[in-house]
């Protein structure tokens, strides 16, 4: 899985990088879109998924959203402890409005990048 985390992260890189492009511009909401794309790509990665789920954190912060506050608290601890056994519902994308056990369809652009991810 070591070298899906190093293939992944500059996927993952990019979407925190446009994340960061879109807090300096106050677009708040695609910031946190970028965060969930950032998570969908990187959630099979332990240190990917667990920075992700800090970067929502503190975006739940910084907005003053006490429930996305708490929810990514409790995925923190997911992440850093369930990622390794492979317990991570596909698509899924990070934030609290979505059960942190439920599986989304992945888009055909992060199924690609996924899958050359885990190829290379």
Excluded at 44 to 66: D, F, I, N, P
Excluded at 88 to 98: Q, R
Excluded at 99 to 107: E, N, Q, Y
Aim: net charge positive; hydrophobic share 40%.
């Amino acid at each position: 899985m070591l070298a899906f985390s190093r293939n992944i992260r500059p996927y993952v890189d990019r979407e925190l990088s446009l994340a960061a492009d879109a807090r300096r511009a106050k677009q708040y909401a695609k910031e946190f879109e970028h965060l969930e794309n950032a998570h969908v790509l990187g959630q099979e990665s332990t240190y990917q998924h667990t920075k992700v789920h800090c970067l929502m954190l503190a975006w739940g912060l910084r907005q003053g959203k006490l429930g996305e506050v708490w929810g990514q608290l409790f995925r923190i601890i997911g992440a850093a402890s369930k990622t390794a056994l492979g317990l991570v519902p596909s698509g899924n994308t990070g934030g609290s409005n979505i059960s942190p056990f439920a599986t989304r369809s992945l888009s055909a652009e992060h199924s690609a990048i996924i899958a050359k991810a885990k190829r290379r």
